[in-house]
T-cell receptor, first 116, second 114 residues
């Protein structure tokens, strides 16, 4: 079936260091998946961070970026220099049409803690 | 512009009790979604509507869960006889233009079933 895998449940990084959060996907019934990163800051609702709808393209927002890699079925989230305010839960997701119904499938999330 | 609103924010009940969650989507959004998010997992779609019509309820446990959106605006999700396994956060989201539109999420209702 269709799924998204985030291998790290928790990541701790010192401020100003670089970050990578891993995401791989499997899209067996969705022909042309769109890929997303969502974020939930403490005390706030889930919100879209960035999305990419075309394989090979890169999306970016708030200093984060992710490249849609169809060959490795990956969509890793990266940032060159994290800030304490980036502490949040990050969810990778894919969407597309399967059997006539639109699906948005999430990974299990990665809790990022940025240490001052 | 007001975001998606949900109530209540928290609910605690005993097994076998019923509970209802209410969602008010962003004005003008024709598509509304209900997700269940167990602790330490990502959100999982339960049901979604386009206007008042159910488009996909294949993941909704139909023996105890029901969802309606009678006028194509607000929606109610009801659990008839709650079980401990229903303990989760219930998220409502809305979008414009069906599933392809960007989904905007409400703050969620955190349900604990004792």
């Amino acid at each position: 079936g269709d799924s998204v895998t985030q291998t790290e449940g928790q990541v701790t990084v010192s401020e100003s260091k670089s970050l990578i959060i891993n995401c791989t996907y499997s899209a067996t019934s969705i022909a042309y998946p769109n890929l997303f990163w969502y974020v939930r800051y403490p005390g706030e609702g889930l919100q879209l961070l960035l999305k990419v709808i075309t394989a090979g393209q890169k999306g970016s927002s708030r200093g984060f970026e992710a490249t849609y890699n169809k060959e490795t079925t990956s969509f890793h989230l990266q940032k060159a220099s994290v800030q304490e305010s980036d502490s949040a839960v990050y969810y990778c997701a894919l969407s597309g049409t399967s059997s006539g119904s639109w699906q948005l499938i999430f990974g299990s999330g990665t809790q990022l803690t940025v240490m001052p | 512009e007001a975001g998606v609103t949900q109530s209540p924010r928290y609910a605690v009940l005993q097994e076998g009790q019923a509970v209802s969650f209410w969602c008010d989507p962003i004005s003008g959004h024709d598509t509304l979604y209900w997700y269940q998010q167990p602790r330490d997992q990502g959100p999982q779609l339960l049901v979604y509507f386009r206007d008042e019509a159910v488009i996909d309820n294949s993941q909704l446990p139909s023996d105890r869960f029901s969802a309606v959106r009678p006028k194509g605006t607000n929606s109610t999700l009801k659990i008839q006889s709650a079980k401990q396994g229903d303990t989760a956060t219930y998220l409502c989201a809305s979008s414009y233009g069906g599933g392809a539109g960007e989904q905007y999420f409400g703050p969620g209702t955190r349900l604990t079933v004792l």
